[in-house]
């Protein structure tokens, strides 16, 4: 079966960096487009960043431009989201999702998919 499992969450200061893991399984990674999602409590949630299937020209959302890093590797079915210069309103649950089709998109209802999440939560 189809699993992704995100890890690398944590409390952190404000500045800090984390690199949050998501581990996927059961489907032919390589295939699918890849992304990153986040949920803050009481809030909708939004798009991060994705990635196309060969690793190429990523997008990310204004908020996290210039801070936030996705990268994959087809090799051992891994995403990746490096965070950089975190801020208290990047608190949130993180989850990985995969989208079927060549096109890269941004849109969550394009995703297929969803891991459960990892808690990350930046104090000021």
């Known amino acids: 079966q189809v699993q992704l499992v995100e890890s690398g969450g944590g409390l952190v200061q404000a500045g800090d960096s984390l690199r949050l893991i998501c581990a996927a399984s059961g489907y032919i990674f390589s295939a699918y487009n890849m992304g990153w999602f986040r949920q803050a409590p009481g809030k909708e949630r939004e798009f991060v960043a994705a990635?196309?299937?060969?690793?190429?020209?990523?997008a990310y959302a204004d908020s996290v431009k210039g801070r936030f890093i996705i990268s994959r590797d087809n090799a051992v079915n891994m995403v990746y989201l490096q965070m950089n210069s975190l801020k208290p309103e990047d608190t949130a649950i993180y989850c990985c999702a995969r989208a079927p089709g060549v096109v890269l998109t941004t849109r969550q209802r394009d995703y297929d998919y969803w891991g459960q999440g990892t808690q990350v939560t930046v104090s000021s």
């Open positions: 990635i196309p299937l060969s690793g190429a020209k990523a």
